[in-house]
């Protein structure tokens, strides 16, 4: 395995602790990805899964554990740079896509660049780009609304990229696609990881798994990673 990009050791994730309904959503997780791998998290609902994605994703912190991302321990991190640490290296693609209706799709994209400051024409011209690789040339102006479910998914894919994050974290992405929309995202998702970037996939969709670009599978049970 390369050099670990991803690093968790021993990560507890316990909610309402001390308390009567305290339950431990992660139990001792300890794992590694390496830089430009892709690694799909694997298990039913309530396996654990989303809780892991959100500590790799730095949108929560463990409860014990500690958790390297890109070169940083990320565990202890005031949360003004653990959300600059967030907003450099990690992008999502959440399983509702969480897209603005009412917006086009290139205001869709260029979303997180607003906290960053970056001129409005250097956000279009990073958004137009990034929706025509992902063939939406022609619907850079249309409304999300009036867009396609695959539409909507490769505006979900460009806005994740707009920050050109070096990993990539989609939590259940073919879960409200057929088959045909699936395979179309995998191929995508496949050639980002050949750019060297790295993702990591949360799901219980067979078909990810299968994917020949796929590194490494950690099955998940009970918030705990199956030997």
Known sequence: MRMAY????????????????EMAALRG??????????AVLMGPSGSGKTSLLSIIGCTSRPTEGRV????????KLPEKFLTLHRREHIGFIFQQLNLVGDLTALENVVLPLYPLGVAWDEMRGRGRELLERLGLEKRVDY????LSGGEQQRVAIARALINDPGIIIADEPTAHLDTALS????RIMG???????????????????????VDRVFEMRDGMIQK
């Open 68 to 75: 390297f991302i890109a070169g940083k321990e990320v565990s």
């Open 143 to 146: 409304r999300v609304r009036e």
């Open 29 to 38: 997780v300890s794992l590694e990805v390496g830089e430009g791998e892709c």
């Open 6 to 21: 991803i690093e968790l050791d021993g990560v507890w994730k316990v909610f309402n602790r001390g308390q009567a309904n």
């Open 191 to 213: 050639g980002f990881k050949d750019e060297g970037r790295t993702i990591v996939f949360a799901t219980h969709d067979p078909l990810v798994e299968e994917q020949e670009y």
């Open 183 to 186: 395979r179309e995202f995998l």
